[in-house]
């Protein structure tokens, strides 16, 4: 979700402006942005709002994007709609015009001309995700901007007063729960010794637009910013289960000029996983489950061993679950990774070979990397992960990490597809990550015409 934090007083005593009194129950709620757009009366407020400011356009186009993603549209309702936005919003001298760089808007506009979608508004071409460049951009000026005036706004509070405090329940959040708040995780999620709904479900929410991420890396080339890739950080901490530490969550996204497919098939194979991933220091496949009635997904069971390259940081290492699922209505490849402190003696045998193994700290973490359809020669990636190294890391340490990763993580994709690139994508028989994506796919979404989703 993406929202602003407001506060105000309680004014008992009028003050020398003579100022209307203001709600106390405000103060500890943080308004929502997708709440208002799910909300009709909000909404209509809202927007009322942003007309008389002149700066419509752009909620408009996020709540034009927010309908496309909806499960609700079919394929032929998505195209049509991708074909609209773009006659109404990024084409120059539209009703619309959004104020976006050249760049964004060049970039979109080939992706829409070389897939033949501006010519086929019947059938889906590219994926819903075509215009995330822009939809990330107004998502952070109306949040920063828009709404942040809004909430100040003598027209809001007026409007919260006449509503009341069961309706701002509607529209916001509570803040009480101060600078940590609990994950959706528990302890025993990683006990777990399968990949749930719950655990696919964790990473698309990490994957939103929020103001709960901060952006630490920004990439800018000729003083024009592309949207190449980022890294992000949570202003807030979470903590799992009766843990009293909180951990920031880290973010790293971009774009790469090669299929999600062949992204996807690149990153899989084992070999060439010390790429991307530069804080690996030794991973092994140990055991593949099949999926049967108590396997929703097709599980491969891994040692890894990771070092943060920090001085006084060693070693950890961990158990983790993984599978590579696909979101027909996303249009994502998802490979999820988690750890488990769970696991049968055949495994433990395979993976505690030695003293020094069994007296290595283990950590926690929640791993993925995701590759989302723009066209045939594109792919937007999004990597987010939850860790618990168990050791305390300062907030600004934590953003120097995840900058470096960032900067790892897609100089080493680039590499990897490039090396990939030259043997024709060919696919490595042994790759046993891709086995777990063949049975979800021949389970799940056995035709075109199959969907498989999840709700967050």
């Known amino acids: 979700m993406v929202g602003t934090t407001f506060h105000c007083q309680n004014d008992k005593q009028p003050t020398m402006l003579k100022r209307k009194a203001r709600p106390v129950s405000v103060a500890n709620f943080r308004l929502e942005l997708d709440l208002i757009m799910s909300n009709p009366e909000a909404d209509e407020h809202f927007t009322h709002y942003q007309r008389r400011s002149h700066n419509l356009e752009g909620y408009l186009f996020l709540k034009q994007v927010k309908k496309l993603k909806s499960p609700e549209l079919n394929d032929a309702e998505k195209a049509a709609a991708i074909v609209d936005m773009y006659k109404n919003f990024i084409c120059l001298e539209s009703p619309h015009e959004l104020n976006i760089d050249r760049v964004t808007r060049s970039d979109i506009e080939n992706v829409l001309i070389t897939s033949h979608q501006l010519e086929k508004t019947n059938e889906l071409c590219v994926s819903v995700d075509v215009f995330h460049p822009v939809e990330s951009l107004l998502t952070r000026e109306v949040r920063e901007d828009s709404l942040a005036r809004y909430v100040r706004s003598e027209d809001f509070f007026e409007f919260v007063r006449q509503k009341g405090e069961e309706f701002l329940h509607q529209i916001a959040v509570g803040t009480n729960l101060g600078n940590r708040i609990e994950c959706v995780f528990r302890t025993n999620d990683f006990e777990d010794t399968k990949i749930t709904d719950k655990d696919i479900a964790f990473v698309l929410k990490l994957h939103e637009d929020s103001p709960d991420w901060v952006p630490v890396r920004v990439t800018k080339i000729s003083d024009v910013k592309e949207k190449e890739h980022y890294a992000y950080v949570s202003k807030t901490s979470y903590c799992v289960g009766d843990s009293l530490e909180g951990f920031h969550l880290g973010k790293c996204t971009g774009y790469l000029p090669f299929s999600a497919e062949h992204a996807l098939q690149s990153i899989t194979w084992l070999p060439t996983s010390k790429q991307y991933d530069r804080s690996q220091v030794l991973t092994e496949h140990v055991q593949y489950d099949p999926i049967s009635e108590n396997n929703p997904y097709a599980t491969l069971y891994s040692y890894y061993q990771g070092d943060l390259r920090l001085p006084f940081h060693k070693t950890r ?140």
């Open 317 to 456: 290492h961990a158990v983790h679950l993984s599978t590579v699922v696909y979101d027909s209505v996303r249009k994502v490849y998802i490979r999820v990774s988690k750890t488990t402190t769970k696991y049968n003696d055949e495994i433990r045998q395979k993976v505690f070979k030695t003293k020094a193994q069994e007296k290595m700290v283990t950590t926690l973490y929640h791993s993925s990397f995701c590759f989302y359809k723009i066209s045939e020669t594109q792919c937007r990636y999004v990597h987010a992960v939850y860790i618990d190294p168990k050791i305390k890391i300062g907030l600004p340490l934590f953003r120097i990490i995840v900058k470096k990763r960032d900067a790892g993580i897609n100089a080493g994709f680039m590499a990897v597809c490039k090396e990939t690139e030259k043997n024709g994508f060919n696919r490595r028989e042994d790759d046993l990550m891709l086995r777990t994506l063949d049975e979800y796919m021949e389970k799940y979404l056995p035709n075109k015409d199959s969907i498989k989703t999840w709700e967050i």
